[in-house]
């Protein structure tokens, strides 16, 4: 292995290691979704109390099941598009050409 692969290879697990450490100092100091997630109870028992609500309602786990699917697959379709070198349809892009 040539050094300059060596030392690219090198700087490169640097980065990778101050990314992780960024992160790491973020959840450990309650920041972001994930921070909260882990340091406040509070948020994760609010959260598992809407999980199980859906879970025990037939019509709120199926919109959650329907709005789920359409998700995936307007992500899926605009994955296509842009695969083809055509510009996804988005909402503000629609709303722009309507209104025009």
């Known amino acids: 292995m040539s050094k300059y692969l060596k030392r690219l290879m090198t700087e490169e ?8 450490r960024v992160v790491s100092d973020r959840i ?9 997630l882990i340091s406040d109870p509070q948020v ?8 199980v609500g859906v879970d025990q309602s037939t019509m709120l786990r ?3 099941r329907n709005r789920q699917k359409k998700g995936i697959e307007k992500r899926y379709e605009a994955e296509q598009m842009e695969l083809q070198g055509q ?12 209104s025009g």
């Open 28 to 36: 450990a100091d309650s920041q972001g979704t994930l921070g909260l």
């Open 13 to 20: 697990l640097q980065q990778l290691l101050h990314n992780l």
């Open 44 to 51: 994760y028992e609010a959260m598992n109390d809407i999980i």
């Open 62 to 64: 199926w919109l959650v």
């Open 87 to 98: 510009s996804p349809v988005t909402v503000e892009s629609v709303d722009t050409e309507d």
